[in-house]
T-cell receptor, first 111, second 113 residues
Framework: GESVGLHLPTLSVQEGDNSIINCAYSNSASDYFIWYKQESGKGPQFIIDIRSNMDKRQGQRVTVLLNKTVKHLSLQIAATQPGDSAVYFC??????????FGGGTRLMVKP | NAGVMQNPRHLVRRRGQEARLRCSPMKGHSHVYWYRQLPEEGLKFMVY????????ESGMPKERFSAEFPKEGPSILRIQQVVRGDSAAYFC???????????FGPGTRLLVL
């Protein structure tokens, strides 16, 4: 079946550098995408979302890019901090359906 | 405004016992979703409920699992006759209208001995 997947299961970055986490989706009917951050022992925390009528959306230190042509989603974190260390999930929802989560990417920030 | 509440946070059961997991959505949210997460894996959708209605249970195992969201009180995910394979983290999320951002609770970690 169609699913959301991630290219890099683990990403290690130096504190202060920028991080880019990628996600590929295959359901062309998806029109809403969310990035979640999950710290150890906690529930997923909403970071940022984007709808299919947009290519880019910015938040505080985070930017989500959506490329519908190649069905690719990315999360950019500027000036990565130790507190950003977590597992990041992308999720999609085709209209009328539930969230489908990707497998997750672990971000490790080296001090 | 309190977030999504789940209890208990940790639950230990022996094989064959029943597990009851509770979820109180955020204030003003009338839609509840349950997900299961195995270690080092993503979240798998189980069931979507509104008050007194099951909207989508396509992710629920056909046997031993049930969910409800009564008019009053929290949503309950019930697992009867638990087996070791039921050990996982169970997360509840809520949203106002559907297809909007879902906000997650802290989860219940079920361990079946």
């Amino acid at each position: 079946g169609e699913s959301v997947g991630l290219h890099l299961p683990t990403l290690s970055v130096q504190e202060g550098d920028n991080s880019i986490i990628n996600c590929a989706y295959s359901n062309s009917a998806s029109d809403y995408f969310i990035w979640y951050k999950q710290e150890s022992g906690k529930g997923p925390q909403f970071i940022i979302d984007i709808r299919s009528n947009m290519d880019k959306r910015q938040g505080q230190r985070v930017t989500v890019l959506l490329n519908k042509t190649v069905k690719h989603l990315s999360l950019q974190i500027a000036a990565t901090q130790p507190g950003d260390s977590a597992v990041y999930f992308c999720a999609e929802t085709p209209a009328g359906n539930m969230l489908t989560f990707g497998g997750g990417t672990r971000l490790m920030v080296k001090p | 405004n309190a977030g999504v509440m789940q209890n208990p946070r940790h639950l230990v059961r022996r094989r064959g016992q029943e597990a009851r997991l509770r979820c109180s959505p955020m204030k003003g949210h009338s839609h509840v979703y349950w997900y299961r997460q195995l270690p080092e894996e993503g979240l798998k959708f189980m069931v979507y409920l509104q008050k007194e209605n099951i909207i989508d249970e396509s992710g629920m195992p056909k046997e031993r699992f049930s969910a409800e969201f009564p008019k009053e009180g929290p949503s309950i995910l019930r697992i009867q006759q638990v087996v070791r394979g039921d050990s996982a983290a169970y997360f509840c999320a809520s949203s106002p209208p559907p297809q909007e951002t879902q906000y997650f609770g802290p989860g219940t970690r079920l361990l079946v001995l």
